[in-house]
């Protein structure tokens, strides 16, 4: 059984960053990838970003590429996305999600596990 929490949404201006923190429960975090999503209301959830657990490879869509990094701190079980030059089109919840392996990672229906959401809100 994987939990995750999540932490680090909030508002802020055109321009300016926030860093989500993935918390993920357990001595061991026991899955090998962690994925980035959001949704804003009435829209589908999309992907955003992905990184491997293990050698902490990363992709990103290319809405955030460049705008948006993915690290983890392995001692802590905890992953982190840092946002960067944000836009009032990244406002959404953000959701991360684990899986077991890092394959199909761009698939919600790849992660079986989810955290609850947390909301981001970026004014022009």
């Known amino acids: 059984q994987v939990q995750l929490v999540e932490s680090g949404g909030g508002l802020v201006q055109a321009g300016g960053s926030l860093r989500l923190s993935c918390a993920a429960s357990?001595?061991?975090?026991?899955?090998?990838?962690m994925g980035w999503f959001r949704q804003a209301p009435g829209k589908e959830r999309e992907f955003v970003a992905a990184?491997?657990?293990?050698?902490?490879?990363?992709y990103s869509t290319d809405s955030v590429k460049g705008r948006f990094t993915l690290s983890r701190d392995v001692a802590k079980n905890t992953g982190y996305l840092q946002m960067n030059s944000l836009k009032p089109e990244d406002t959404a919840v953000y959701y991360c999600?684990?899986?077991?392996?890092?394959?199909?990672?761009?698939?919600?229906?790849?992660?079986?596990?989810w955290g609850q959401g947390t909301q981001v809100t970026v004014s022009s």
């Open positions: 357990g001595r061991t975090f026991s899955s090998d990838a």
């Open positions: 999600a684990a899986a077991r392996v890092y394959s199909n990672f761009r698939s919600v229906s790849s992660y079986a596990y």
């Open positions: 990184i491997r657990w293990s050698g902490g490879s990363t």
